[in-house]
């Protein structure tokens, strides 16, 4: 058995990390410790690659753990995840500015092929983002637009604002960590025409063509995630299922450490190679604790009903929640399963109950493994 001699915090846990040598091979041996009312204690045991990588996931917060050497521990633990890429890894272990430059240059490898070009990405065009991939890289851009289309009454500085948020708030697995690079330059002949088209029309202030370079100013990078909308049209009925009951719990799970999404369509939730559902449209999340969650008025006539305005006031931070029920009434068996396990979300006790939480100071256990996985 080899242990990593210091642990590995983060919230409230801590993680001993290892491996087991045996004459068929190693295999991860990961001990995250917690410390309740009966004192400190072991809490799970994971011993495999997929239960380790969502430990070290991409929409968890960072670690804090002392290093002597990054370089070593970063190769320790890929020997552990061999799938996940070393610039993640980096980043996992509060080394972000390391893992920017390992994103780079393996964006620059996959740059080398001849037939390598920057794309389209698959899913709903957004109104505030646009937003493209290069194939055999598993990693989205994103590109604010200069001018937002109808709802959004955003600015540009707010919507850095968010990704700003996102970056120093606790993501307990549910958001996906964006780094943001500035003065980025490649080769005009890299993108789609399509794509360079509508990069210059909806992004000119953030990206020019200079002779053969396209150069982009400012962007900001995600893992590519398959869309929760796409997911859905793909997957058996079991699979869907599956999938809209963990996006009533990425919500919960975001409530429960202080942040409201805002936009909750299905568009703006991603599916991970591990089936979490995570969310990664920033432009609209707040904390939890800025909102004014409201009932809708009863209406003073039939005339109120119909009307194509609301018959009552509504402030910039009040909420509706029965108003969730457009987005979040979803079709056939999965539809009725989420309204069973989260149809307490269209009501407003439960956002008032989550926010007094917040308020109180209540940090709230979220673990980054399966129950299964818990010792009794």
Known sequence: ?????????????????????????????????????????????????DDVSVVFSFTRSYFHVELECPRAMVEFL????????????????????????????????????????????????????????????????????????????TTREQVKEKYHLVFVRDRVGRLADAQEFEALAFGRDRFAPELLTELLTDCGGSVQVEGDQVVIRHLYTERQVTPLNLYLRQVDEAHAIDAVLDYGQAIKDLAAANIFTGDMLLKNFGVTRHGRVIFYDYDELCLLTECHFREIPVARHDDDEYSAEPWFSVGEHDIFPEEFRAFLTLPGRPGQAFQAAHGDLLTVEYWRRMQALAEQGEVVDIFPYKPSRRLR
């Not at 590109?143 to 937002?148: C, G, L, N, S, V």
Request: net charge positive.
């Open 1 to 49: 058995i080899e242990v990593v001699p210091t642990p590995f915090y983060r919230n409230k846990g801590a993680y001993l990390v290892g491996r087991l040598v045996t004459a068929a091979g190693t295999m991860p041996l990961v001990l995250p410790i917690v410390h309740d009312e009966g004192g400190i204690r072991i809490d799970a045991l994971l011993t495999t690659s």
């Open 78 to 153: 890929r020997s552990l995840m061999p799938r996940k890429p070393v610039d993640e890894v980096y980043t996992s272990l509060g080394y972000h500015k390391h893992g920017k430059t390992e994103l780079v240059l393996a964006l620059l490898r996959h740059m080398n092929a001849h037939d390598a070009r920057f794309e389209v990405a698959e899913g709903d065009k957004g109104l505030v983002m646009a937003v493209f991939a290069l194939p055999s890289l598993n990693v989205v851009f994103k590109i604010i637009k200069d001018r937002f289309g109808p709802p959004k009454q």
